[in-house]
């Protein structure tokens, strides 16, 4: 069974990092790419981030290009976000999700529970 | 960036109804589209990819159509498990932007 965890969200102050964890289990992790959608309380998903399955591509949303960095380690089937310069509106659950298709930004079959990231002061 | 317009925003409707969501794209992306069910307080569940392909485990009573710029998302006959927050994302470019939502409510 596919099991995706995500960890590290918390509360941070305007301007702060935080680094999100994914911990992928059930499948091999280092063939498939991998992606983080966040949802900010009450609103919709927003597509963030995806990366191929060696690491060789990586794309970004418009909002968090150049703040955020995502990254994996396919020795230890983890996922990684990190946040840099965060911005209330930054406020969300994040959920990393496994790509259905041979396709870095694709369908999204597996989703993990979602870690949620505040930005307050 | 390609935007996914979708509509409507909400929808009442009983159970047995015919319902129909549409989505649509900026500009033509083939048939990279997927289509989402989400539950409050839950990680969205795959229902539809490829415009119209139907993910395993998936009630037959959901199907997609569509290609190009337009794009349904059909529910044959409502069930009360089915209400609940529906989503498109289109996956033609490298991002996979999200349509709006569509609350599907009890009428």
């Known amino acids: 069974e596919v099991q995706l965890v995500e960890s590290g969200g918390g509360l941070v102050k305007p301007g702060g990092s935080l680094r999100l964890s994914c911990a992928a289990s059930g499948f091999t992790f280092s063939t498939y790419s991998m992606n983080w959608v966040r949802q900010a309380p009450g609103k919709g998903l927003e597509w963030v981030s995806s990366i191929s399955s060696s690491s060789t591509y990586t794309y970004y949303g418009d909002s968090v290009k150049g703040r955020f960095t995502i990254s994996r380690d396919n020795a230890k089937n983890s996922l990684y976000l990190q946040m840099n310069s965060l911005r209330a509106e930054d406020t969300a659950v994040y959920y990393c999700?496994?790509?259905?298709?041979?396709?870095?930004?694709?369908?999204?079959?597996?989703w993990g529970q979602g870690t949620l990231v505040t930005v307050s002061s | 960036d390609i935007q996914m317009t979708q509509s409507p925003s909400t929808l009442s409707a009983s159970v047995g109804d015919r319902v129909t969501i549409t989505c649509r794209a900026s500009?033509?992306?083939?048939?990279?589209v997927a289509w989402y069910q989400q539950k409050p307080g839950k990680a969205p569940n795959l229902l539809i990819f490829k415009a119209s392909t139907l993910e395993s485990g998936v009630p037959s009573r959901f199907s997609g159509s569509g290609s190009g710029t337009e794009f349904t998302l059909t529910i044959s006959s409502l069930q009360p498990d089915d209400f609940a927050t529906y989503y498109c994302?289109?996956?033609?470019?490298?991002?996979?932007?999200f349509g709006q939502g569509t609350k599907v409510e009890i009428k």
């Open positions: 994302q289109q996956y033609n470019s490298n991002s996979g932007t």
């Open positions: 999700a496994r790509v259905l298709e041979r396709r870095i930004v694709g369908a999204l079959s597996s």
């Open positions: 500009q033509s992306i083939s048939s990279w």
